[in-house]
């Protein structure tokens, strides 16, 4: 499978293979293709559960993750350099770190197999689990950290970032 397609890059995310997220990192023509992979997790995932959020839950919800991962890169690129420098480490640009965070959702899409099987809550945590290690390995190639425990820390509280602003948001809209 070409590894600059988008299905190419997305199972390439899925798999882990970290030549593929690299190639993403470098590639500013996946621009467009992160933000559909964004938009393409989210909605699955509106669907999955389309019976407990209603149509406008799915559009709400896919606009909240097209945010969040815009604050997720930013907050990495703040957070990372910041706490965790290392000698051999690089600071990604802000595209950069948004193209590959934006493919860190790919597993996302199978939130959609919610709508068929009776398991939503163990097909959500399976998800969320491969979302988390996915965003870890894009963290520790776009800095270059040696020491993968930088790379989950950094992940790890800008996940909790985004968990404080999600609750913001909620508590704001009733």
């Known amino acids: 499978m070409k590894t600059d397609s988008l299905v190419g890059r997305m199972a390439g995310v899925a798999r882990l293979q970290p030549e593929v997220y690299r190639r993403i990192l470098s590639d500013p023509s996946a621009d467009r293709?992160?933000?559909?992979?964004?938009?393409?997790?989210?909605?699955?995932?509106?669907?999955?559960?389309l019976d407990q959020v209603g149509p406008e839950g799915v559009l709400i919800g896919t606009l909240l993750l097209v945010v969040l991962w815009y604050f997720l890169a930013w907050f990495v690129r703040w957070l990372g350099p910041k706490f965790f420098s290392e000698p051999e480490m690089t600071i990604p640009g802000q595209k950069a770190l948004l193209r590959v965070l934006g493919f860190v959702n790919a597993p996302g899409i199978l939130r959609i197999l919610?709508?068929?099987?009776?398991?939503?809550?163990?097909?959500?945590v399976i998800v969320i689990t491969w979302i988390l290690a996915s965003t870890?390995?894009?963290?520790?190639?776009?800095?270059?950290?040696e020491k993968i425990w930088h790379a989950v820390v950094v992940t790890l509280l800008g996940w909790f970032a985004q968990v404080?602003?999600?609750q913001a948001l909620f508590v704001m809209g009733g």
């Open 33 to 49: 293709q992160a933000l559909l992979v964004v938009i393409l997790s989210g909605l699955c995932a509106g669907l999955g559960i």
């Open 114 to 124: 919610a709508v068929f099987l009776n398991i939503a809550p163990v097909i959500y």
């Open 136 to 145: 870890v390995l894009a963290v520790r190639l776009a800095f270059g950290y």
């Open 164 to 166: 404080l602003i999600m």
